[in-house]
């Protein structure tokens, strides 16, 4: 009788508690609750080291159509034939870097199912424009799989998270800011913008705005005079607020959808990140639905503020997700992470800051004396 009181207490005294679980219990959501920030910390850290990695190779793809071609990509290829002035011209582009460079990145599929005889929105682009390209999503953009739907433009359009560096001027502008130059300038109605065609002499408008690659013209990387290392060529972007935001989309040739232009001094655009209210412009009316003015305060909220434009004035700036700044490429081939704080001019700043340095490739006209990188 004794050894079996003695069993029942020893089997007793092995049981938990009510309130033995409870603290067990408790302690587990501790852990959890501390061990959480870390393990989205290294989440981000990979995501993050992916988009890198996707802008390098992106680059060095760039870098060897320049090796086959000797010259950089063109931003953009379009008909001086169509119709108007400015940016709508570009409804009819007939194609665009990214998908020049496609062949470097092993994309020759993708490449030839573009019918190059019709323009890349044109109904039997579709297939090609629609496809999604793991090589241009950054993972840390959740909106990059939700495609992109144009009126004019056409539907199903896949999203991408990086842009060629067209430079200080906007596309299709009239003018750069008093704060650069002063002086009014041609529209882009004949085919070529005249900072990049070398059509205009005058020394207010030198073609030393101009940045990597450009509307209908690109340059050779000899004609990068500041240096390959401290010149922007390719930059981060954000996919679009919703199905009807243009920008964010990676063979759309126009600024904000696979260009940034119009990012520096003069303007309301200036830096990476930049969250001024209306700062990029981008197209609208019949080609584009997407209203900036509907979506104000959620787009400011996260910096993405816009400016509906019609077809006139193209601007977009760099962006990211990433906390604190987005990742560039240079000329040479390298990335850098570039902080949302880098020096610049501010909202309709003058010329010229660190930022503006960075994306403008021949910049000496600007340069203070003494001035170094």
């Not at 990979?46 to 000797?70: D, G, H």
């Not at 001086?80 to 020759?108: C, F, H, K, M, R």
């Not at 573009?114 to 929105?121: A, E, L, N």
Request: aromatic share 8%; hydrophobic share 40%; charged share 15%.
């Amino acid at each position: 009788m004794s050894s079996m009181l003695r069993l029942r207490n020893s089997t007793s005294s092995h049981a938990f508690t009510l309130v033995e679980l409870l603290v067990v219990i408790a302690i587990i959501g501790i852990l959890v609750a501390l061990l959480l920030p870390a393990v989205q910390a290294a989440r981000e850290a990979a995501r993050r080291a992916s988009c890198q990695n996707s802008l390098k190779n992106i680059a060095l793809a760039v870098l060897n159509y320049e090796s086959a071609f000797k010259e950089l990509p063109v931003g953009m290829t379009y008909t001086a034939s169509v119709p108007g002035t400015g940016v709508g011209n570009l409804l009819d582009y007939d194609s665009t870097w990214t998908i020049d460079i496609l062949p470097q990145l092993e994309g020759d599929a993708v490449h030839d199912a573009f019918d190059f005889d019709y323009p890349i929105r044109h109904v039997l682009n579709e297939p090609a424009r629609s496809t999604e390209l793991s090589v241009f999503h950054c993972p840390s953009d959740s909106r990059n799989k939700d495609k992109f739907q144009g009126t004019g433009l056409g539907a199903n359009w896949a999203r991408g998270n990086y842009a060629a560096n067209v430079g200080a001027m906007s596309i299709g502008s009239v003018r750069l800011s008093a704060n650069l130059s002063g002086t009014t300038q041609p529209s882009m109605n004949d085919g070529k913008d005249p900072a990049w065609a070398g059509r205009l002499k005058a020394a207010s408008w030198p073609a030393s705005t101009r940045g990597a690659m450009g509307p209908n013209a690109s340059v050779k990387l000899s004609q990068i005079v500041d240096g390959t290392s401290n010149s922007m060529m390719l930059a981060e972007i954000r996919s679009g607020f919703d199905a009807t935001d243009p920008r964010g989309v990676w063979a759309l040739g126009m600024a904000g959808g696979n260009l940034v232009a119009g990012h520096g001094a003069g303007g309301d655009d200036n830096g990476p990140n930049a969250c001024y209210a209306k700062a990029d412009d981008i197209p609208s009316g019949a080609a584009i639905s997407f209203s900036c003015d509907t979506n104000a305060q959620a787009l400011q909220d996260e910096c993405m503020s816009c400016n509906s434009d019609s077809f006139g004035f193209a601007q977009s700036t760099a962006r990211s997700t990433h906390v604190g700044g987005v990742f560039i490429a240079m000329a040479d081939g390298s990335v850098q992470f570039i902080e949302e704080d880098i020096e610049t001019g501010g909202e309709w700043g003058g010329c010229c800051k660190a930022w503006d340095y960075l994306i403008m490739s021949a910049d000496e006209a600007f340069k203070p004396t003494g001035f170094s990188r």
